[in-house]
């Protein structure tokens, strides 16, 4: 019963700041490659940010690239996407990913809306 939850979405300003976080359980944490995804109504659904299990190396849309900071806390089987000057194009569904080379698992998403 993997289970991935989602929180910390919801309100906030252009230029504000939110942390996101994934919890997940009923699964080897530490195994897998965590990214958080992001969908927008009429948009397709898009890698924001990803960090690896190999080395923790991390990537980023260029979009948020300078923005954004994935990081993950093995010990306590969690990853976090801090959002720092949020844009109205941010808001969007973001949803918490684990992935192995032949397993994936998902989230229910979060919603994040930006607006003034």
């Known amino acids: 019963q993997v289970q991935l939850v989602e929180s910390g979405g919801g309100l906030m300003q252009p230029g504000g700041s939110l942390r996101l976080s994934c919890a997940a359980s009923g699964l080897t944490f530490s195994r897998y490659t965590m990214s958080w995804y992001r969908q927008a109504p009429g948009k397709e659904r898009e890698l924001v940010a990803g960090?690896?299990?190999?080395?923790?190396?991390?990537n980023y849309a260029d979009s948020v690239k300078g923005r954004f900071t994935i990081s993950r806390d093995n010990a306590k089987n969690t990853v976090y996407l801090q959002m720092n000057s949020l844009k109205p194009e941010d808001t969007a569904v973001y949803y918490c990913?684990?992935?192995?080379?032949?397993?994936?698992?998902w989230g229910q998403g979060t919603q994040v809306t930006v607006s003034s």
């Open positions: 960090i690896t299990r190999a080395d923790g190396s991390t």
């Open positions: 990913n684990a992935a192995r080379p032949l397993h994936t698992y």
